[in-house]
């Protein structure tokens, strides 16, 4: 079946790089995303892949892509204090959103 | 702005009360979610309507129902709540891709 794991946990430096990674079962997704979620909202789409694509960049952030080993990871370029939260990496299967259980991201200044 | 809306924010209900939550989106979006998000877990699909086609998942509880009257409006029924219910509730909208789904603020659960 679809499942998505992620490390729990990343404490970075202020100005640092933030890299956030996750694996997942089921490589018959469409897309594969990444949410964040800032205490008691709802989620934000923050960037998201295509299946056949191996990276993606948009602004600070860049998403890589290995199919083979089924691992997706988020760079976020010269953390900011505002990029504390916590994030979530999912895949679409049809049109139901199969999520990991998240990564706290907490940026140290 | 075109957004996703929910309501209220923050719901306390007692055990085996039932409550309706809200969502409504000016997105014009054919497609309407409802996710369950317990505390530090990950968010679970319950159901979904695609226009007026009801799609629930498999282990979705019964006591879980939905009704969308009409493409901006979509409610989440519970019918007699338990203690394990409580949740944060997130609606989200797609078009009929459903790869870019957007999420709204979410209803917070309590359940006394």
């Known amino acids: 079946g679809e499942d998505v ?6 404490s970075v430096r202020e100005g640092d790089s933030s890299v956030i990674n996750c694996t997942y079962t089921d490589s018959s997704s469409t897309y594969l995303y990444w949410y964040k979620q800032e205490p008691g909202a709802g989620l934000q789409l923050l960037t998201y892949i295509f299946s056949n694509m ?13 199919k083979k080993d089924k691992h997706l990871s988020l760079r976020i370029a010269d953390t900011q204090t505002g990029d504390s939260a916590i994030y979530f990496c999912a895949g679409l299967y049809g049109n139901k959103l199969v999520f990991g259980a998240g990564t706290i991201l907490r940026v140290k200044s | 702005d075109a ?3 929910q309501n209220p924010r923050y719901q306390v209900t007692q055990f085996g009360k039932p409550v309706t939550l809200s969502c409504s989106q ?18 679970k699909l319950l159901f979904h309507y695609y226009d007026k086609d009801f799609n629930n998942e498999a282990d979705t509880p019964d006591n879980f129902q939905s009704r969308r009257p009409n493409t901006s409006f979509c409610f989440l029924d519970i019918r007699s709540p338990g203690l394990g219910d409580a949740a944060m509730y997130l609606c989200a909208t797609s078009q009929p891709s459903g790869n870019e789904q957007f999420f709204g603020p979410g209803t917070r659960l309590t359940v006394l």
Do not use: C, G
């Open chain 2, 26 to 43: 000016t997105l014009n979006h054919n497609v309407m979610y409802w996710y369950q998000q317990k505390s530090s877990q990950a968010p």
């Open chain 1, 54 to 66: 191996d990276m993606k960049q948009d602004q600070r952030l860049t998403v890589l892509l290995n």
């Open chain 1, 5 to 10: 794991e992620q490390s729990l946990f990343l």
């Open chain 2, 3 to 5: 957004m996703v809306i």
